[in-house]
Each structure stands twice: as structure tokens, then as C-alpha cells.
């Protein structure tokens, strides 16, 4: 009964159904779920742009497409441009109240893509930018990227060779372009989906949605424990959500009462040959984190 | 109304009388001043346009193919370094079936660095599924411009018209320029037959089978093909508008040449005069200047040069390890004639780097095509320090 | 609604670029699967072993949404007694409750005794049958016949209630005193009772005012449902003396109103129910009152809140001590002799049985002693045929059917399990088979499982189900009793309600285990938009569309509630 008021936000856009079934992502596919919240809460005056990532493929070959709205697939690197600059053209055809979204894997986001989406954050091109983030470059098969987390396996970093290099801050990044919106959420927390889409469409300018999305393939996870991982990754804190406004005021959306990251991961294969010692230097990692998180929450009041 | 303009100039107020809705671009040396102008223009009100100012080429090109995408006539422009940045997006908007036209300012490739004319940055980009347009003087730039947009929106594939760097591009010329309302008498408003739009919403680029990838290839092909004909229309109705046409490709003084040299952009200018010269002094000399490299104009060129003795291609570029680019479209379009009509084909590298392709290094051209023993398909290169 | 696949045929027909022009539903992912998720309706441990076969779940989260006037007619299907029930019931139903490894569980009694007496006095109509034409008798009005007599009823059959005391409710009315179930609570639900047509005849005693033979001929069927009447002697030396008193005879003169005929200084003897209320009410009655109780607290039969009530009252439990002998010192009793016994071996209920320590006697002081060390019953009013073939009980299966056509039994005097819920089963499912019976239709296969969970094919939901991530540790939420002073001095109830704020409360923190309350989780989280809701249909919340389900189990995972299982596709 409790899960009901916990849906409050989702129940209100629930009805809408926006993407279709026949999609081919893989079964328990993270951002599949993902996709299919967005759209619910962004409606049908969308417009997404989709570069090369798993959504590519998923939103189905020619001439079928999974979503009831308009999808412009564009290069790998050019999702944040290619939206702009079809909001640019809306506005110069004077069609208003259409929300433009760019629905970016992490290697289009983090890796290819970057320089263009810190641009198009500069100029605070008015689109909602959308990382759903899978970790790896999953659509070519899980290869390392710069949003793959410590001590991940990939293809790229076989056996001894896993991942020693951090996961990049993408958050942080794109806050300190100072764009009106910058904030993260995950498919296990719909309501926190849909209320964190719903601000953004109520906001102009360039607005950043980074939404953790479990691969089960990729991460080497039960396809039925998608969500689970999910919520793990936001209860370990190894995944926060919140907000930040104008690069400046940030919002904690959830506490979670904390979780050991071992909980985290034992759900995923990828982090399986990693021994004691190196699962609690992840610990220690993401205990310091948040440290440095919290205090970021409170920079305001020193100031 | 008439202004004295640089090529460059003559660019961007083709893009305003062609009233571009979104300019998406990026600086680079020497096409920067056609988007200094594009930015005043937007600025004093002249243009009503969104300039998006990128961060590099790729995502000027990207953003042509956006706005496009959602129904916007959209304006760009680069130059060498730039366009090859671009090259991965040339494809997407041509296969994308986005009637982008952007100029470029012919500059040649690094290392090291030069910032003076050759063909070889917009010759590289030949297979994308451009149109391309070599022109040679501000004027034809201002007005190629404008026929770019009606041929690009009639076969719904992209055009790229090249001006030589400095020569044109930064060189004054009194230049006629159209209102926009007369202009858009000519080139009515874009209105693509299918574009992004949530009330009949479609998926474009998404996943090809190998079922139906080449089925697409070859409706760009038809196009290209219908292109032909369709500048050629758009070149006369400009004509009969404007007072002013090219055509695809411009004979010179052919009527009775026995030998031709085969230009284009700036350089034609040049053998214009060189071709009087050599005339005055006896030679069966005239001059076929290339104007539309793609679609290639098979047929016209054929005819013109069928029956000729021989034939000097004057290449501003090289494809290394073969020759002249414009030498092998000449001679592959030569071939099926028969044989006593068949004239003999030079290639003659020239200019590279912004080298001066003056009328002298033109007559000794015309010179030595008439002399030289047997066309074996070695490139001469003219002025080269031996 | 999937499409036609869309075949070119030339390049003619095929659109400028790679524009999609129709929806991927035309790609039945579906094959893809292996498992597939089944919405089933498991079984919640609180309807599975309330006795009374109360749909314990249903009534609950209709609390939780409010729907509270939907939540008294799920009780009405199964009981005449929420009110009272809510009361007296020991509450197994919140001893499994899931719930209770997650916080604490869920006050359910305290839930079904506000609805019971929301609609006391103004019950919503049911619908009834017409009138079968069939008359029953029933012989005693406690919670097993009122019970039987209430579905009979609302059967569409005639019901007459043979009751021997002068006022109805059995062992509710003569045996649980008024702090526990105050008078015009147990009043309302039988007015009710009485006001659907079901005739009761008090001071009837069957066997004294009317032959059981009589009632065998005159009705169509006959149910009896006496209780228990007597109390186990005490055996000990000198028990045969007024002074040694059955505690339910104490219980039924309190509750009659009249006087109690107790001592100053009573001992009350056993540790069970009847133990606790007849302490307490000899408390309130002024007397100074102690309980001696063979084995320990925790072997105690007598509901939990009860002995803490009498702990907090002050009254004293001697443990592990039994008597032996009354002493009297001229015809008066002055104390009894007890000896001190310890634990030995589990006997048959499973409790430590006490023995004896030799040489361990002592004397507590007493003028009387109360005994309540177990009922028994009465069955000399039965002719002897049928006497001849009871033994402490009559015999009868679960639907109350005994070896003689026509008659049947239920609550203690069938089974003896001493609760008011038991009893109140007992009497619905005898109802069903007299019913059946008296129709000449076969009795249904189920008849004995209770309602709620017949259609349920699932199996009892483990707590190890239940998805903690979609349900808060919230407490219990636990209405304050009456101070302890006061309330040792009257019989007003001990144990107050809930308000409907912590009513709705309380009810929302119910996991609804294994019952689905259309949370829409499964329909959330499926990747493929392949979990389907269902309108309009109220048994049914939603459907999986196997042309598309790709089996990855989600839906079953993040299920709060264990609605969902995954089975093989075949």
C-alpha cells in the first residue's frame, strides 16, 4: 500500500504509453524502462535525437520505429548539437512547446560527444540533454569508456587489466557550466524520473538529465535484477541523486539509509574478480565522494 | 542593388537573399569573413536567422543537419581543415536527404600549414552525395548560391559551391544583389515533404537491413541524376529572372578550337584572357570550364569536346598516386565516344597551394598540349622545382 | 495493436531516407522468452490461519484506501462478530503477519474492531437468497451457533435458536466480562443477527424445556453448538466444598449481574483465559486476588495482552506451583497447600508437562479458590443413542457433519478449541453443509477452506517475498489502554480503539501479501510494455501480452508482494 503514494507523480502520467512493444533491447534492459518513463512524461510534443548507443538499435530497424514520437538518429558525437540545432529550426518555423531531446549513451555523452555537449552547454541551447548511462560501450559489445567505474571488467579490460581509472563526474562537469539544471536519477525510482523530467520541461535553456541504467549483459547481471542494481547503486551512494540549479544550489532527492557498495557489487559479474582489498578501496571511494558531495550541498551557506 | 563585395561577402548575402533560417558555423581562415558578414547581417536585422555558433565544423555540419531535419533552410560555410572535419556528416546529410548548402573556400591541406587555394580539401569530399558548384567570380557566387537552394530543395540532396581562397574570397567586385523579396520569387519558402514534426511523427536513420540499404543509394543516384536537368532549368529561370546564367559547364571560344583547355573556378577567368591572347596569335585554342562536378554533366561535356584534337585539364588538385582529379572525370567521360572523335587528354597539375596559375603558365599549357608527342597519362607538372 | 509488416516491393514505393513508417510491434519479441510471469493471487498468512476464515487481507487494504463500508461487507461474508472478534480474538492472524519481521505487525484486530462497530448499529444491507422453505434449529447461542444461525440466514433459510440462559451470546455473554467485551457491543451484533429474521428463544434449555428429540423432528436439521459448559475439577484433597468454585460459573454470575459468591482473599487456579478474566473481574470486584499457575509464563495458554494486563493490574501469578490439598480450620477454608513443580518432557500439546518436586509443599493463604483449569461439556441432554456415541465431544468433521443425519455440531463441543474464531469457523462451515444438504446439492469440494483463499492457487507467502524496497519500518501503531488506577475499580473496557486516521495508518502499512492491489510496479517496470492493465474487470489488474514479454522477470522482482511467479514456457 505504501508503494502507492510512493508513485504519486508517476500515477498522474501512467496512462500515457509512448513507446511501443517490439523494441529489441535486451530483456531487462535498463534503458529501455528508462525510455519508456521519459517519454511518459514528456508526452507527445517530443522530439528525441539519438546518436550512435544502444537505443540506436533498439528503437527497431527501418521502417519500424518503438517510439510515437519523432526520433532523429544523428553521429555518435553530435546528439547535443543536432538537437539545438533542431530547436533552432523549430524556432525559426515558429513551432513552440515541443520539448527537444537528445538520448545519449555514456560514450556519446562522456567519451565522443563531449566536447559538443559542453558546448551546447555553454551556449545553453534549450534542449533537455538525456545520458541514460550503461557504463561501457555496450552496443559495440561492453567496452570501457570513461563513465566504466574502477575496477570494472570490460572487453577492453580483461582479467588484471580491469578499469584503474575513475568513473569521469559528469554531474559535476556540467555543473559548473552553470546550466539552469543539472541532475540524476535512476529507472528504480520512477517518481524521482518523472518529477526530474517534469522540472526540466518546466525549465529553458540547457537542461541535463543523467539517468544510471543496469545492462544486464553488459554488467554481467540478472536480466530480473535490473532494478534491484538500481536501487543498490542509489542506496551505496555509489550512484547519488539530486539536483543542481544553475550549476549552484544543489537538492539531495534521496538519503537512502546506507548500504555496503559489496551489496552493489555482488550483483554484477563485471566486478567479481576484484578481491577484498580492492572491493573496500571502492568503498572508501565512494564514502569520499559523498563527503565531497555533501559539502558541495553546503557551499551555498559558507558563501 | 549593387555593392562592392568579397567573394566571401557575396556568400553570406546569398545565404540572406536566400533568406537562411539557421546558420550553423565555425571560423576558419580564409572563410571566416563570410561568417563576420552572416553575424551582421543576423545582427542589424537584415537576415532573420538563428546563428548557432559551434564549437567546430563537425557540429556546424551537425547543425545544418538538425535544423534542416525540422524544416529550416539552413546555411553553413568552411574551408579545408574545417571540411574535412565535417567529412563524416557530409554523408549523413546527403543520406539524410538534407537540402544543406554550404560555400567553400577552397584552401589547401596540412601539414604544414597553408592557408591558400587548391580543390584538393572539397575534391576529397567528390562521393559524399554533394552537388558541386566551382565558381569564378563574386557574382556567380552571390547567384550560385541562390540556385544551390532551388536545385538542393528540388532533389533533397545537399550543395556545396566552392570559391578559391583570396582570389575570390577576399577580392572586391561590384556585385549584383537581389532583394529577398525578388529572390523569393525565384526560390519559394522550404517546405520539405517529410521532416521532424510531433503530429506526423517518423524515425529517421534508423537501423538498414541489407534488404533495402542499397535501394537508398540508388535513390540518391536518381536524383543526382534529375539534378542535371533540374540546375540547368534553375540556371535558365535565374536568367530569365536575373539577366545572369553559367550553365554547367561555359564553352569559350570553342566553336572552332582544336585544342581545350578545361578549367575551373578562378583559374577560368585567367585562361579567358590567355585563351583571347593565344587566339589573336594564331592557336585553335579555347576553353571548357567546369562549373557542376557533381552530378558530372556527361552528356554536355561529351559533346563539347568530342571531335576536338586534343585537350589540357588544368587540375588545382591532385589525387596523389593517380593525378588531376577533373583530368579523370574528363577522360572517363571521353572514353565510350568513338574513336576518331575521341580527342587525346592531358593533365596538367597546377596552382597547388595557392602557386599563381597566371596567363603565362597557361599559354605555355596551351603550348605544350599542342606539341607533346603522346597523351600517356602522366601528369605534367607545370612550374614544379625540378 | 500490432501492424502489418511493411514489404518494398521497388525502390519507387520506399520513402526518400530511412523515415520509419510504422511501429516495431510488428516484431513479436515474445519468442525471445524462456520464463514467463503469472499474475497469481498467493495466499497471505493472516487470512490463512484466522480461524474464522476471515479474508483478513482484503479487509485491511480496503481500510487503507478508506473504503470502509467495502471493508465491513468482506468481514460480513464471514462473521456476525468484527466487533467483538476484534475484542476477544487471540489474533493469529497478526501472529504470522508478515509484517511483523519489518517492524511489528499490523494491528489488525484493532482494524476489524473498528469497522465492526462503525456499521453496529447501522449495517448495510446484504443480499440474501429467497426463503428456501428450510427451517434449522440450533441449539445454544454462543459465537458457533450464532454463526451458523447468521449464514443460514443469509442463505435464505429459517433459523430458530435454542439459547438456556436468559439472554443470548453463550460463552461471549457469560464468559468474557465487561472491560474485555463491554455489553453493548456483543448486544449490537446479535441485534443484528435478530433483526435479519433469525428467531432466538433464551431460557430454553434443550433437554429441560424442549427434548433434543423434539427439535430432531420438528426441524430440518439440527446444529448443536453448546460449548463448553463445565469446569475440570480441581483434584485436589478437599475440592468438594463450596468454597471451590468453577471460575466460568464465577464469570457467569458477574456477567448475569449477580452476586459472585466469592471469598475476600480467592485463589484463582490455571493459566488460561478464563484464569486471567476471572482474576481481573474478582480484582475489580474488590477481592484480594492471586493466581497460581502450574508451569511457567511462557507455557501460559491465556492471550498475551491479557497477562500483562493482569501483571499491570497487580495481580500476583504464582508459576510452577499447583494445590495439593484445601485447608480449613472449622469448615473454613484458611489456604491451601501447593506443592512446587518444574518442567519435564513435551507431553501432546507440546508443552513442557509439569512435575512434581518431592517434599516442595507449602501454604498460600486463601478463603477460596476459583478453579480454571479447562471446560469440558455437558451432553446428557442428547437421548442416549446418540449419548452412546460421544465421548467428551461429539464427533464431527470440519463441516460439522456427525454420524445421525440431520444433526450437526460445531465450536468447542466439537472440537474444543476454546476461541471465539474457532468457533465462529466452525458454525460457517456447518452452514455450508447444512445449507447444501438441505438443497440436495453436493457440498463444493472447498467448502471448508475459507472463502477468500479458494480461488487462491498460489502458495502462503514467505516474508523472505516480500520486496522491502517499496514498504518503510513503520511501528505499530497501538491505541493507549485505560489507566491502570481507575480502571481496576470499574468494568469499562481496558483497551481502547483506534481513530480512523491511525485506523488508515495502520491498515497502509499492510505488505497486502500475495494480494494484488494494482500497486502497478509490474506495469511500471517492464521493459517492453508487455504487462497490460486491465479496466473494468474487478478480479483481474492486469494481463501479460506474450506476443511481446521477453521473460526477463522483472515484473515478478519487483513485485512488493509476491503476486507475480515465473514459470517455464513450455
Redesign the interface.
Known amino acids: 500500500m505504501e508503494a502507492l503514494s510512493y508513485l504519486k507523480h508517476f500515477k498522474e502520467v501512467a496512462e500515457h504509453e509512448i513507446m511501443h512493444s517490439g523494441h529489441v533491447a535486451c530483456p531487462g534492459c535498463g534503458a529501455a524502462i528508462a525510455m519508456r518513463l521519459a517519454l511518459k512524461t514528456l508526452g507527445r510534443d517530443t522530439m528525441l535525437i539519438i546518436p550512435a548507443c544502444c537505443w540506436a538499435v533498439i528503437d527497431g530497424p527501418f521502417p519500424y520505429s518503438a517510439c510515437s514520437v519523432p526520433v532523429y538518429q544523428t553521429a555518435f558525437e553530435t546528439a547535443s548539437i543536432t538537437a539545438g540545432a533542431v530547436r533552432a529550426g523549430l524556432d525559426a518555423t515558429g513551432k513552440k512547446g515541443i520539448n527537444v531531446v537528445a538520448w545519449a549513451g555514456d560514450g556519446g555523452t562522456f567519451d565522443i560527444g563531449f566536447g559538443q555537449l559542453s558546448a551546447c552547454a555553454e551556449r545553453n541551447d534549450n534542449i533537455i540533454y538525456v545520458c541514460y548511462d550503461n557504463e561501457a560501450y555496450m552496443n559495440t559489445g561492453i567496452q570501457r569508456s570513461s563513465a566504466t567505474p574502477w575496477g570494472a571488467w570490460t572487453s577492453t579490460t580483461p582479467g588484471s587489466d580491469y578499469k584503474k581509472e575513475r568513473k569521469k563526474n559528469l554531474l559535476e562537469i556540467m555543473a559548473a557550466h552553470r546550466i539552469p539544471y543539472a541532475a540524476s536519477t535512476t529507472v528504480a525510482y520512477p517518481d524521482d524520473l518523472v518529477l526530474k523530467f517534469r522540472k526540466a520541461m518546466s525549465i529553458e535553456g540547457f537542461r541535463l538529465i543523467h539517468i544510471f541504467s543496469p545492462c544486464p549483459p553488459g554488467h554481467k547481471a540478472l536480466e530480473k535484477n535490473s532494478i534491484l542494481e538500481a536501487r543498490y547503486a542509489v542506496e551505496s551512494r555509489v550512484f547519488p541523486l539530486y539536483e543542481v540549479e544553475d550549476g549552484t544550489k544543489y537538492t539531495l532527492s534521496m538519503d537512502p539509509p546506507t548500504r555496503p557498495v559489496a551489496d552493489y557489487l555482488d550483483l554484477q559479474g563485471r566486478f567479481r574478480h576484484l578481491n577484498k582489498k580492492e572491493r573496500s578501496f571502492i568503498q572508501q571511494a565512494v564514502d569520499e565522494e559523498w563527503t565531497r558531495l555533501m559539502h558541495r550541498m553546503r557551499i551555498d551557506e559558507a558563501l | 542593388m549593387q555593392k562592392v563585395l568579397t567573394g566571401n561577402e557575396a556568400a553570406a548575402w546569398g545565404a540572406m537573399c536566400a533568406q537562411a533560417?539557421?546558420i550553423?558555423a565555425y571560423p576558419i581562415t580564409p572563410q571566416t569573413t563570410i561568417i563576420e558578414e552572416l553575424a551582421n547581417l543576423v545582427a542589424n536585422g537584415m537576415l532573420d536567422?538563428?546563428f548557432?555558433?559551434?564549437?567546430?565544423e563537425?557540429?556546424a555540419m551537425?547543425?545544418?543537419?538538425?535544423?534542416?531535419?525540422?524544416?529550416?533552410r539552413?546555411f553553413t560555410a568552411t574551408s579545408s581543415q574545417g571540411l574535412a572535419l565535417m567529412h563524416?556528416?557530409l554523408h549523413?546529410a546527403a543520406?539524410?536527404?538534407l537540402p544543406v548548402v554550404m560555400a567553400d573556400v577552397n584552401r589547401a591541406m596540412a601539414p604544414g600549414w597553408s592557408i591558400w587555394t587548391d580543390q584538393n580539401d572539397s575534391l576529397a569530399q567528390r562521393d559524399t552525395g554533394w552537388l558541386h558548384y566551382y565558381c569564378e567570380s563574386n557574382q556567380e557566387v552571390l547567384d550560385t548560391v541562390i540556385q544551390s537552394y532551388k536545385v538542393a530543395e528540388t532533389v533533397?540532396l545537399p550543395v556545396m559551391l566552392v570559391l578559391d581562397a583570396f582570389f575570390l574570397s577576399h577580392t572586391y567586385e561590384a556585385v549584383h544583389i537581389p532583394s529577398q523579396d525578388e529572390t523569393a520569387k525565384y526560390l519559394p519558402p522550404y517546405k520539405p515533404?517529410?521532416y521532424?514534426?510531433?503530429k506526423d511523427?517518423?524515425?529517421?536513420?534508423?537501423?538498414?537491413?541489407q534488404d533495402?540499404y542499397m535501394?537508398?543509394r540508388?535513390?540518391m543516384q536518381?536524383a543526382m541524376n534529375e539534378a542535371l536537368e533540374v540546375a540547368e532549368k534553375a540556371d535558365d529561370d535565374f536568367r530569365e529572372m536575373f539577366g545572369r546564367g553559367y550553365g554547367l559547364i561555359e564553352p569559350y571560344r570553342l566553336d572552332d578550337a582544336d585544342y581545350v583547355l578545361v578549367t575551373s573556378g578562378t583559374v577560368a577567368s585567367t585562361a579567358r584572357v590567355t585563351v583571347d591572347d593565344l587566339r589573336e596569335k594564331g592557336h585553335s585554342v579555347g576553353m571548357l570550364k567546369i562549373r557542376m562536378l557533381r552530378p558530372f554533366p556527361f552528356e554536355k561535356v561529351r559533346q563539347i569536346l568530342s571531335g576536338r584534337k586534343r585537350v589540357a585539364v588544368l587540375d588545382r588538385n591532385i589525387c596523389v598516386g593517380m593525378g588531376g582529379i577533373f583530368t579523370q572525370e574528363i577522360r572517363n567521360a571521353m572514353y565510350h565516344i568513338p574513336e576518331d572523335k575521341r580527342p587525346s587528354i592531358y593533365g596538367y597539375i597546377v596552382g597547388l597551394g595557392g602557386r599563381d596559375v597566371s596567363p603565362e603558365v597557361i599559354a605555355s599549357i596551351a603550348e605544350d598540349v599542342q606539341k607533346r608527342a603522346v597523351a600517356d597519362g602522366e601528369q605534367v607538372w607545370i612550374g614544379l622545382k625540378e | 495493436m500490432a501492424q502489418k509488416p511493411i514489404i518494398y516491393k521497388s525502390w519507387r514505393e520506399m520513402p526518400l531516407m530511412t523515415a520509419s513508417m510504422g511501429d516495431t510491434t510488428i516484431n513479436k519479441t515474445g519468442s525471445w522468452r524462456n520464463v514467463e510471469p503469472h499474475h497469481v493471487e498467493q495466499v497471505p498468512p493472516c487470512s490463512f490461519r484466522c480461524p474464522a476464515g476471515n479474508d483478513v487481507v482484503s479487509f485491511v487494504t480496503l481500510a487503507a484506501e478508506g473504503r470502509l463500508e467495502d471493508a465491513w461487507r468482506v468481514l460480513a461474508q464471514t462473521t456476525p462478530f468484527p466487533g467483538t472478534c476484534g475484542r476477544v480474538c487471540p489474533h493469529p492472524c497478526e501472529t504470522e503477519c508478515n509484517r511483523a519481521q519489518f517492524g511489528e505487525a499490523i494491528n489488525i484486530h484493532s482494524i476489524e474492531r473498528y469497522i465492526g462497530d462503525l456499521f453496529r448499529d447501522n449495517p448495510p444491507e446484504l443480499k440474501r437468497p429467497p426463503y428456501t422453505g428450510k427451517h434449522i434449529a440450533v441449539i445454544g447461542s454462543g459465537p458457533a451457533g450464532l454463526s451458523c444461525a447468521y449464514q443460514l440466514k443469509m442463505m435464505g433459510n429459517a433459523v430458530t435458536v435454542f439459547e438456556a440462559h436468559s439472554k443470548p451470546g453463550g460463552m461471549l455473554r457469560v464468559g468474557i466480562p465487561d472491560y474485555r467485551l463491554p455489553p453493548d457491543v456483543l448486544d449490537g451484533e446479535i441485534r443484528r443477527i435478530v433483526d435479519m429474521g433469525v428467531e432466538i428463544l433464551t431460557d430454553h434449555r434443550v433437554g429441560v424445556d424442549v427434548s433434543f428429540q423434539k427439535l430432531m423432528d420438528k426441524f430440518d436439521a439440527v446444529f448443536v453448538a453448546v460449548g463448553f459448559t463445565n469446569s475440570r475439577p480441581l483434584g485436589a484433597e478437599g475440592d468438594d466444598g463450596d468454597d471451590v468454585i468453577p471460575g466460568i460459573e464465577v464469570l457467569r454470575r458477574i456477567n448475569l449481574g449477580m452476586k459472585d459468591g466469592v471469598g475476600d482473599k480467592p485463589l484463582v487456579v490455571g493459566g488460561g483465559n478464563t484464569a486471567m478474566d476471572v482474576a481481573r473481574s474478582l480484582l475489580r470486584n474488590g477481592r484480594d486476588v492471586s493466581v497460581i499457575y502450574r508451569r511457567t509464563r511462557h507455557e501460559m495458554p491465556a492471550i498475551t495482552e491479557e497477562i500483562e494486563e493482569l501483571i499491570e493490574e497487580g495481580i500476583e501469578i504464582t508459576f510452577l506451583a499447583t494445590p495439593v490439598e484445601v485447608i480449613r480450620e472449622n469448615g473454613r477454608m484458611t489456604g491451601v497447600k501447593c506443592i512446587r513443580m518444574k518442567l519435564g518432557e513435551p507431553d501432546d500439546s507440546g508443552r513442557r508437562r509439569p512435575v512434581p518436586i518431592e517434599g516442595s509443599e507449602y501454604i498460600i493463604k486463601a478463603d477460596c479458590v476459583v478453579t480454571a483449569i479447562g471446560e469440558t461439556t455437558d451432553l446428557t441432554f442428547l437421548p442416549d443413542e446418540i449419548l452412546a456415541k460421544t465421548s467428551w465431544n461429539i464427533p464431527a468433521d470440519e463441516l460439522g457433519r456427525t454420524l445421525f443425519s440431520k444433526m450437526y455440531a460445531g465450536g468447542d463441543v466439537a472440537d474444543g478449541a476454546g476461541t471465539v474464531t474457532a468457533a465462529i469457523g466452525y458454525g460457517r462451515r456447518a452452514a455450508i453443509a447444512i445449507d447444501a444438504s438441505l438443497r440436495g446439492e453436493a457440498i463444493p469440494e472447498n467448502a471448508a477452506v475459507s472463502p477468500s483463499l479458494r480461488d487462491r492457487t498460489g502458495y502462503v507467502v514467505p516474508f523472505e517475498e516480500i520486496n522491502l524496497a517499496y514498504f518503510e519500518e513503520l511501528p505499530r501503531l497501538e491505541p493507549v489502554p485505560l489507566e491502570i488506577e481507575p480502571r481496576i475499580k470499574t468494568y469499562d473496557e481496558v483497551r481502547q480503539g483506534f481513530s480512523e486516521e491511525d485506523l488508515t495508518r495502520e491498515a497502509r502499512r499492510c505488505f497486502s501479501c500475495g494480494t494484488c492491489p494494482a500497486c502497478d510496479n509490474c506495469f511500471i517496470f517492464c521493459p517492453d510494455v508487455a504487462v497490460i492493465k486491465v479496466k473494468d474487470d474487478p478480479d483481474k489488474f492486469y494481463i501479460v501480452d506474450t506476443e511481446y514479454c521477453k521473460g526477463c522477470g522483472l515484473c515478478a522482482a519487483e513485485c512488493p508482494r509476491s503476486c507475480i511467479v515465473m514459470k517455464s514456457v513450455r
Not at chain 2, 548557432?52 to 567546430?56: A, F, G, L, P, T
Request: with cysteine.
Open positions: 533560417q539557421v550553423s536567422a538563428r548557432i555558433k559551434v564549437e567546430s563537425h557540429s551537425a547543425g545544418c543537419i538538425g535544423a534542416q531535419a525540422a524544416g529550416a539552413t563524416e556528416l549523413w543520406l539524410g536527404r533533397d515533404s517529410i521532424l514534426d510531433v511523427p517518423h524515425a529517421f536513420g534508423g537501423i538498414v537491413q533495402v535501394e537508398f540508388y535513390k536518381v
